[in-house]
């Protein structure tokens, strides 16, 4: 709740996780749906590593005809056909497998398919989007050597294999688990990071332009949105 005469403002990145997911597995799939743009008043389509806000040929606004970026789930619901069109179901797998979740995991998140569905989905997914599979393998190996994960910041994350047991069952769980955890470091972390960035030039910004605190603060932050007062 904002202090009297002031307003929260919620601000958070669109698709963050997947963005980086898009540079670290270099998945075609994921840059196409973020660098594509398009314009409804001139018509001009391209491509763009910079997020623009403005046609770079007639200078339409994104607020009104001009688009930079599709819409990847739409992109993914269309693309999977064991999908069957459920958009919501191209939503949850797009941000679960890219950290390995399986078929018990996603029927867990969304029970409208039942997991030999979900199953389904995963091998057609992993099929069709060959960065993300190449990455979760390229992850595995330097698990199952015993070698760090380096993310694009150059931070590094060690996770040591569990020490086998009888419990063969057991066993698997434990090596899941940091299995999982080897995964989602190079994705996660760098997602943190550029959302501790983005608050910190948001605070010079106003800083600079005599705004903080008197008239604007970041109060919070969570996951990849920022709350400003």
Sequence with gaps: ???PGKKL???DFAGLELRVAATVCQERFFQ?????YSC???GCTGESNIMLHVCPECGESDESA?????DLHSMTRDSIAALKG??????????SIIYLAGKYKL?????SLSPDEWQEIIDEYMGRLKGVKRYHLRQERLYREGKESIDIFGRRRYVPKPKRIPDKVAYMKLYKRGLNQIVNQPIQGPAATLTQIAQNDLRAKWISDGLWKSRAMIINSVHDEIVCE
């Design 1 to 3: 709740i904002a202090r």
């Design 86 to 95: 459920d958009r919501q179901a191209a939503k949850v797998i797009n941000f």
């Design 66 to 70: 001009f688009v930079h970026g599709a």
């Design 107 to 111: 029927a867990g998140e969304y029970p």
């Design 40 to 42: 409804k008043t001139c």
């Design 32 to 36: 196409d749906a973020f660098r594509k």
């Design 9 to 11: 403002i919620v601000s």
